[in-house]
């Protein structure tokens, strides 16, 4: 189907003649969204890593769209630390939209692993649109360009590279509250310093700082014994129901592990999935789909989406290393079932609060403000991994499941996926309400 | 394309080997010896690696004489294809006489098979292992009597052996000692391994997974495994077994090794039919995913010793493309929280050290490392006196390759889901090939192996397994055959030449155990003693000839062979002459009383009981150096604690200060009479914050009082943090009062008290070790010069340039009559300054310079020729660290990913390059960019330092070297010092410390040294066997488990020598454990 498309959209280039401006159709964005899903499940990135090379790309495509487009309102001196980007020399035949697309690839080329297959994907389309218009093309690329070398210095002093040289997670079982690596691969707890990350819009990383967990106490009846026992709970009546029940399925399609490790004596393998970032991406794609956006909203959409997400992964981490919590997998082995496994792998950081209802809570706001309430739609993201289709009647929904399902999955308490999507929505809200991306002035025309 | 290349490169490889023949074995064709039997495998979607985790471990072997023609034959397992028996009919022809036989076996899938005279009639019967209940395999394991007319009659059911478990393979012992052979019954576990579960799973019987031990008991045997102690747990992962006398008390005892991370057994026989495991007394670490095994005695001590294998590779791209030790938080993890023990993936070489336990030595014997291992066996191949062994090696499709695991397998794992089993094969196909080939090492002296495998053996790209020995010739050497996976089975002919003197003997035993096994054999040749057991279940699913072999060079007289026979008689044969098959048949027997061997011990100190009452227990703090600075080659944080000795009360007796670590207070404990108490001095006490590495009890102010000074580090505090400051306090007229110190933010390592100037008041030299987060900068170490009780720092540019400063001595070595300073440290030479009238100079001594990891030196005279000699602790060379004056190891420090942070890089020469010890994964968690340089493992192994930094991280990096590793002493040649490394049994951990003293009471002074490490990560190991020894000699040294000490797995700090009422006393301090006092137990040599 992506494939698909992407000729469609290269058939369409194709056909123009040599000095005809080159149109961009949304589809090449979403192509782009893609590719770099693509390569980063093969790559292996972790949930908040993988948000940030969400981000910054889609920021430099908006910015230069917003530069021409009076809908929208530049990021400049809204997010922290972004200048204004420089203007294209004016006699140039600088085509914003195609200039966009192009800075989006190199900073996501900059941003993944395996550059050679963002190489491959950029050098056949620059080909085509070389063929098309030579002139138009080699203006904007160099433009393009220009703008990503611009968001590529900004980008480099949000503090990523020095958190790869912070301290490590100090594993540490005296304390019995405290985050221990979990089978099978006993991963030690991932980012732990991904809170010094610079955020995009929100103040700080402590800024929506939940409540803290209940109070840890494995005395029966303490109200954190009942959040165990509840997991435990939940996971032995699914038992019951088998694989077929409605929360194996919300369990699985939520997922959203991009490494889940699985052994066989000698023999190791991983099987991979997109992560919980690039899931609300996905629905961002249907969205603007479904809602027949062009290019430039389309960027719109998913810049704001993605920079909600990554706010909300640096939100959500600051209180997962504040907490320390330890995962019900840990617990209910020691303390009710040393046979218990949960439905899902869980992953290795700490557990409140569960991240994937902070993004959800965080997108689905963002989503909802964009393209509004009850928007329906079939969710068809997780498909390329063996999942099936789950429709949703509105962004908020679907927010709502994805934050239940992580307690079907055993993998969080009840106190963390609440908690946890109400820091998300809070979060999405904070960005709605502040940063303003939309010309209110143009909206009211256009209403 | 690619495919080609390989297949091109596969046959080259395969003229290769047939044009080149080993020079020790050949390899006869099997239409020459008619042995075709191959045990293939048919791979399907139901049944393969993905199904069975142990579906390439491979059939089994067994070598023996079943119709007494003298000729050994030869009996294979296979896994899925029938067995066969093969009648030796000599020149090295084999008749396959399987179906007259009746021994083809009914099983589904067989592992080992072992030969044993079950019901004691003197023929050989045979025991074949089957995997049943799994994957859909049936069947039992079956039991060939062998009814002597080259039939055999399968009786399993009726002797009780007909098990349908998971078997590897099982084991012939008399463990009760009452004359007929018991059988251990090795079984292993396919249950998913995907968490560890509690090591006390082991003490939960699981009936299919459970190792057995069973009793004979005349017509049937009985499974007595739990009234014996056997663990039966589901996690017994069980490859390997091996059956000797370690203890030399008589009784037969069993190690069992199991894969994954289960620890391997270690049962010790309690003479009254129960076992006790006991692995974490007796050994430090072992293999972790342990293969086949071996028991030998390798260094002529008359003590068994064990060589566990493991799958480390040596080739640097299947190293740093394979998954290797696990991350040093998760081992501490797997030992803290599930109660397992020390397992790393490499083979370990136990040397028994009887009473003391095990000193592992693989990495120093040169053993460690042969990739995917499956059969040792021991044994004199060359018939040179020494025992060789050879390492069977290769799997068909390696599975722990990284890039199968993370790149290659979602793909293939997606399409399974989607269409059930049916691309498995595709999945395979992904993974890299593992035929390695088989490895011989010649044994040398000092337990050290040489790699033969290029010269004696035809390299060959077999999937070797089961291996087993017999002279299938009768030409008086051993032969070997292995059970190849999907080749015909290897036969290596043994071509040793008439110049090797050799012994075989065959034992005629009595009653049910005619062919004596468990008995024990002492050869002495010109006063070599060499100690064999007659054991035939060695190696891996396999039992060998029963015989037993010598080697004796050119020797032509054997002075005596003592027999120690099973029933507890004992006979000796004299001037017995080699070349010859002996019988001996056990007659006129003198009985004998266990030990067999008295462990050769003199003892020179006892623990004292209480200890004095110096209770002092350190607990180093859990800080972690590796979760800060990644990259280092070792931890700094692990070096306390301080311990001086002297009067701190003034009422004339020695008291005894201990360091603490951080958030530990030190402790004081003052001398009463005839012991210690604890005392507490509140200024000193609120100290509390500090780790405290050095302490100097001295008057420094001439008050006639003393006072103390400590030097602090602890690696872990940084920048300006107070409590990188050391401390000194001066004893007022109640108590101790700090005084000010010129500010130095380092961590100390060492203080050294000397009235350098001469102006009648102490001084001290400072050595600092480190800089907290910069490791690989050389902190200031300097001079406190003494002013009326007053220090102050003196500017010495020598000083301060000297490097990672680890300890340092004042002694006279030009013999101008005022004190010189001496200082060692890592990744330096040993440095000497000339004291001119109070100025210290760096003075040029060493003939050549020696770059270290030194942590310890004194001053001796070890030659004895009148002068003095400096004793230097370095690293050793039982580590992965590999360091010449021709390849020295390397330290690359930079800040090579431009983030204001540095880093280091450690590399070892390989065939003339420098490689980085850390893999991909390690290197890149620091600098991530070398994940945009390498998108995949393959891409990275292989590649040295030049190739993965680029050129202008290569120009910025400060590069430190080490040449030399093992520790010696600097022979004093007329004033200028030549290095000379000490025997081989001072080089098996680090050397951390010295104390000169007359320890005998002969009236000269000899010196102790102690040492092991622990602040290396997993892939390092543990550097914990070094008994500690009494150096007297250049060449006469004394290990400490002989002289009573206990230093293994202990790492030393400090030694001391205390009086108390008179008595002198040895004061021994650890990290992270309790300080040990010993008495002397004085004795004249």
């Known amino acids: 189907m992506k494939k698909l498309l992407l000729l469609l959209i290269l058939i369409s280039v194709g056909c123009q003649k040599n000095d005809t401006p080159i149109e961009i159709s949304p589809e090449l964005m979403h192509s782009n969204v893609d590719k770099v899903t693509e390569i980063m499940i093969h790559d292996i990135f972790s949930p908040p890593v993988a948000s940030r090379i969400f981000a910054y790309p889609n920021i430099a495509a908006y910015e230069i769209i917003a ?107 005296d304390e019995p509250s405290r985050w221990q690596p979990t089978p099978p691969a006993y991963m030690a707890g991932i980012e732990p310093h991904w809170s010094k990350i610079r955020p995009f819009v929100i103040d700080s990383a402590e800024q929506f700082k939940p409540v803290p967990p209940p109070p840890f106490s494995m005395e029966e009846g303490s109200d954190f014994y009942r959040e165990v026992r509840e997991v435990y709970d939940i996971s032995k009546k699914m038992e019951v129901e088998g694989d077929e029940s409605e929360e194996v399925e919300i369990a699985k399609f939520w997922d959203c592990n991009p490494y889940v490790s699985v052994t066989r004596g000698h023999l190791m393998f991983a099987t991979k999935k997109i992560t919980p970032g690039a899931h609300w991406i996905g629905i961002t794609k249907i969205a603007c789909r479904k809602s ?31 907490s320390n919590l330890i995962r019900p997998e840990t617990l209910i082995n020691e303390h009710i079932d040393d046979n218990w496994k949960p439905v899902l792998q869980t992953p290795p950081f700490p557990e409140y609060t569960s991240g994937h209802s902070v993004v959800s809570g965080a997108a689905s706001t963002v989503l909802t403000d964009i393209f509004g309430e009850n928007f329906s739609f079939d969710d068809d993201t997780e498909l390329a991994y063996g999942l099936p289709v789950r429709s949703f009647t509105s962004f908020r929904q679907a927010a709502d499941e994805a934050a239940i399902s992580r307690m079907y999955g055993g993998i969080h308490y009840r106190a963390a996926v609440e908690v946890g999507v109400k820091q998300g929505r809070d979060l999405g809200s904070y960005i709605v309400n502040t940063l303003k991306t939309e010309n209110e002035s143009q909206l009211a025309q256009s209403k | 394309m690619n495919r080609i290349v390989i297949l091109i490169g596969l046959l080259l490889l395969l003229l290769n080997c047939k044009k080149k023949e080993g020079d020790l074995f050949s390899n006869p064709p099997s239409d020459e010896t008619g042995i075709t039997f191959s045990n293939t495998l048919t791979e399907t979607d139901d049944l393969n690696i993905l199904d069975y985790l142990y579906f390439y471990n491979g059939g089994g072997v067994a070598i023996g004489d079943i119709n007494g023609d003298d000729l050994p034959d030869i009996y294979f397992s296979g896994n899925q294809v029938k067995n066969k028996l093969y009648l030796n009919k000599g020149n090295l022809t084999f008749e396959d006489i399987t179906d007259k036989a009746g021994v083809g076996g009914n099983s589904s899938w067989n592992a080992g098979t072992v030969m044993g005279d079950v019901n004691g009639d003197g023929l050989l019967d045979i025991y074949v292992c089957a995997v049943v209940g799994i994957n859909g395999f049936n069947g039992y394991n079956e039991l060939f009597i062998n009814n002597g007319d080259l039939t055999f009659t399968e009786s399993a059911a009726q002797y009780g052996l007909d098990f349908d478990t998971f078997s590897s393979n099982a084991a012939f012992l008399d463990y009760d000692l009452d004359g007929d052979l018991d059988l251990y019954l090795l079984n292993h576990a396919v249950h998913t391994q995907e968490s560890f579960g509690k090591a006390d799973l082991r003490y939960k019987r699981d009936f299919q997974t459970g190792d057995r031990l069973l009793r004979n008991d005349g017509d049937r045997f009985t499974d007595v495994s739990e009234e014996a102690g056997i663990f039966g747990g589901v996690n017994g992962y069980g490859l390997g077994i091996a059956v000797s006398d370690f203890n030399g008390d008589g009784y037969p005892d069993i190690y069992v090794g199991n894969d994954f991370h289960e620890d391997d057994y270690y049962y010790l026989n309690n003479r009254d039919g129960t076992f006790s ?82 000193e592992e030595t693989a990495l120093m014997s040169g053993i460690a490392a042969t990739d995917w291992s499956w059969s040792a066996l021991f044994a004199d191949f060359n018939a040179d006196g020494e025992q060789d062994v050879f390492i069977s090696n290769g799997i068909p499709k390696r599975p722990n390759d990284l890039d199968f695991i993370n790149f290659v397998s979602d793909e293939q794992i997606k399409k399974k889901i989607d269409n059930t089993k049916l691309v498995d094969q595709e999945a395979l196909d992904m993974m890299p090939s593992g035929r390695t080939h088989n490895f011989i090492f010649q044994g040398l002296k000092n337990a050290q192996f040489e790699d033969r495998s290029r010269d004696w053996i035809a390299r060959d790209t077999l999937v070797s397994g089961a291996t087993a020995l017999g002279d299938l010739d009768n030409d008086g050497d051993l032969d070997l055959v292995v059970n190849n996976v999907n080749s015909e089975a ?71 062979l003592r027999i120690l026979w099973p029933d507890r008689t004992t006979q000796v044969l004299k001037n017995v002459t080699p070349n010859q098959t002996l019988v001996i048949q056990q007659q006129g027997g003198q009985a004998f009383s266990p030990p067999w061997l008295k462990p050769n011990k003199r003892p020179l100190f006892k623990k004292v009981e209480g200890n004095l009452g110096l209770e002092f227990v350190h607990r180093e703090d859990p800080y972690l150096d590796f979760n800060r600075q990644k990259l280092i080659p070792y931890q700094c944080s692990d070096r306390g604690p301080a311990v001086a000795v002297g009067d701190l009360d003034g009422d004339g007796k020695e008291d005894v200060f201990f360091g603490g670590s951080k958030f530990d207070p030190p402790r004081i404990y003052v001398q009463t009479d005839g012991g210690f108490e604890q005392k507490k001095i509140e200024s000193i006490a609120r100290d509390s914050i500090t780790e405290d590495i050095s302490a100097v009890i001295a008057d420094l102010n001439k008050d006639g009082r003393n006072d ?17 400051l050391d401390s000194y306090f001066l004893k007022g007229d109640s108590t101790y009062i700090k005084q000010a110190l010129p500010d130095s933010f380092q961590n100390a390592s060492v203080v050294a008290p000397a009235d350098f100037d001469g102006d009648g008041d102490i001084d001290l030299f400072v050595g600092n070790q480190m800089i907290t987060n910069d490791f690989g900068k050389a902190p200031d170490s300097f001079i406190l010069l003494n002013n009326q009780g007053v220090l102050q720092r003196v500017e010495n540019e020598d000083l301060e340039n000297i490097g990672m400063v680890t300890g340092a001595i004042w002694d006279d070595y030009n013999a101008d009559g005022t004190p010189d300073l001496i200082v060692v440290g890592e990744w330096i030479s040993p440095v000497f300054f000339k004291n001119e009238g109070g100025k210290l100079v760096r003075d040029r001594v060493l003939d050549m310079p020696v770059s270290g990891l030194w942590e310890s030196l004194i001053a001796f005279d070890i030659d004895q020729d009148g002068d003095t000699d400096y004793l230097l602790g370095n690293w050793g060379l039982n580590t992965k660290f590999k ?50 340089k390498f998108t995949t493992y393959r891409s990275f192994a292989g590649k040295p330092i030049k190739e993965i930094l680029e050129r202008d991280q290569l120009k910025q990096a400060v590069i430190l070297e080490v040449t030399e590793l093992r520790s010696g002493y600097l022979e004093n040649r007329e004033g200028k010092f030549t290095f000379v490394p000490f025997p081989m049994e001072l080089q098996v951990a680090p050397v951390m410390s010295f104390l000169k003293y007359d320890f005998d009471g002969d009236g000269t002074e000899e010196v102790l040294a102690g040492g092991n490490y622990f602040g290396v990560k997993p892939y390092h190991g543990r550097l914990g066997a070094f008994a500690g020894a009494m150096i007297k000699g250049k060449n006469d040294v004394i290990s400490g488990d002989r002289l009573g000490l206990d230093f293994i797995q202990k790492s030393v700090r400090h030694l001391n020598i205390l009086t108390v009422q008179g008595q002198p006393y040895l004061l021994a301090t650890f990290n992270n454990d309790a300080s040990q006092v010993y008495q002397f137990i004085n004795k004249k040599e």
């Open chain 1, 67 to 173: 530069q021409e487009d009076e809908r929208y309102l530049s990021l400049a001196g809204q997010v922290h630390e972004l200048s204004p980007i420089p203007a294209p020399d004016a006699g140039k035949p600088v085509n914003r939209a195609l200039a966009a697309a192009i800075a989006h690839i190199d900073l996501s080329r900059r941003l993944i692993f395996s550059e050679e297959q963002m190489n491959t994907y950029r050098d056949s389309l620059y080909a085509l649109w070389s063929e098309q218009n030579k002139k138009e093309f080699e203006a904007s690329r160099d433009y393009g360009l220009e703008v990503a070398e611009h968001i590529a210095a900004w980008m480099d002093k949000d503090n990523y590279k020095q958190t790869r040289t912070m301290p490590k997670f100090t594993v540490n079982t």
């Open chain 1, 292 to 322: 027949n956006s062009d290019f430039n909203e389309t960027v719109h959409a998913y810049t704001k989406t993605s920079m909600a997400i990554a706010d909300a992964f640096i939100s959500c981490w600051d209180e997962k290393y504040r």
């Open chain 2, 277 to 358: 495991e006991e692995l974490k007394t007796y050994f430090t670490h072992t293999t972790r995913f342990s293969m086949g095994n071996d028991i030998a005695d390798i260094n002529h001590d008359g003590w068994p010793d064990i060589l566990s294998l493991d799958m480390l590779p040596e080739d640097e791209t299947v190293l740093k493309s394979s998954e290797g030790d696990d991350d040093v938080q998760i081992q501490k993890l797997r030992i803290n929280q599930y109660g397992y023990h020390y397992q790393f993936t490499r083979n370990m070489l136990q040397i028994n050290r009887p009473g003391s336990g095990f």
């Open chain 2, 490 to 560: 290897s036969l290596y002919v043994n071509q040793s030449g008439p110049d090797a003197s050799y012994l075989k003997i065959k034992l005629k035993y009595m009653g049910k155990n005619p062919f004596g096994i468990g008995t024990k054999i002492l050869s002495y040749h010109q006063g070599i003693l060499q100690s064999r057991e007659m054991y035939t279940v060695r190696g891996f699913q396999a039992s060998s000839e029963p015989l037993v072999h010598f080697g004796y060079g050119s020797t032509e007289n054997i002075d005596s």
């Open chain 2, 708 to 724: 103390l000074y400590i030097g602090t580090g602890g690696a872990d505090f940084y920048n300006q943090m107070v409590p990188l």
């Open chain 2, 883 to 932: 360091a010449s004056g021709k390849d020295p190891m390397k330290l690359y420090y930079g800040d090579f990913d431009n983030n204001g942070n540095t880093e280091t890089i450690l590399t070892t020469v390989k065939e003339g390059k420098d490689y980085p010890i850390e893999g991909l994964k390690g290197l890149a968690d620091q600098m991530v960019s070398l994940r945009k």
